[in-house]
């Protein structure tokens, strides 16, 4: 994830979350804020109740390699806070959940929409 698609301040996460509906999918809980912006922005959410340092920047990482992956359409804000589940999940069901709750939200560019 480039630096400018991430969102860092407290007060954005705190804003975002309280001002929004989460979706519930597995072991994520997302929150989707549409905006009139250019680009769209992640923020990323690790409790300390997943593990230690270690383990939480692993599944960050993990997380941003995933959602490098595709391409998404501009104008909204997602936060991702992850669950302790995912310690019993491998890398390739991070991937599919993760992607199976962006598809439902519909914030994938138009051509991954139409390959379905």
Do not use: H, W
């Given at each position: 994830?480039?630096?400018?698609?991430?969102?860092?301040?407290?007060?954005?996460?705190?804003?975002?979350?309280?001002?929004?509906?989460?979706?519930?999918?597995?072991?994520?809980?997302?929150?989707?804020?549409?905006?009139?912006?250019?680009?769209?922005?992640?923020?990323?959410?690790?409790?300390?109740?997943?593990?230690?340092?270690?383990?939480?920047?692993?599944?960050?990482?993990?997380?941003?390699?995933i959602?490098?992956?595709?391409?998404?359409?501009?104008?909204?804000?997602?936060?991702?806070?992850?669950?302790?589940?995912?310690?019993?999940?491998?890398?390739?069901?991070?991937?599919?959940?993760?992607?199976?709750?962006?598809?439902?939200?519909?914030?994938?560019?138009?051509?991954?929409?139409?390959?379905k």
């Open positions: 994830m480039k630096k400018k698609n991430i969102v860092k301040e407290s007060f954005t996460f705190n804003r975002i979350i309280k001002d929004n509906v989460p979706y519930k999918y597995k072991d994520y809980i997302i929150y989707i804020e549409r905006v009139d912006q250019e680009d769209y922005k992640f923020g990323l959410s690790v409790g300390k109740k997943v593990g230690n340092a270690v383990t939480r920047n692993r599944i960050k990482r993990q997380l941003r390699s959602i490098d992956k595709k391409d998404y359409q501009n104008n909204f804000n997602c936060i991702i806070i992850v669950g302790r589940g995912v310690l019993m999940r491998t890398f390739k069901d991070m991937e599919d959940n993760l992607f199976k709750a962006f598809d439902s939200l519909n914030i994938y560019k138009e051509e991954y929409n139409e390959e």
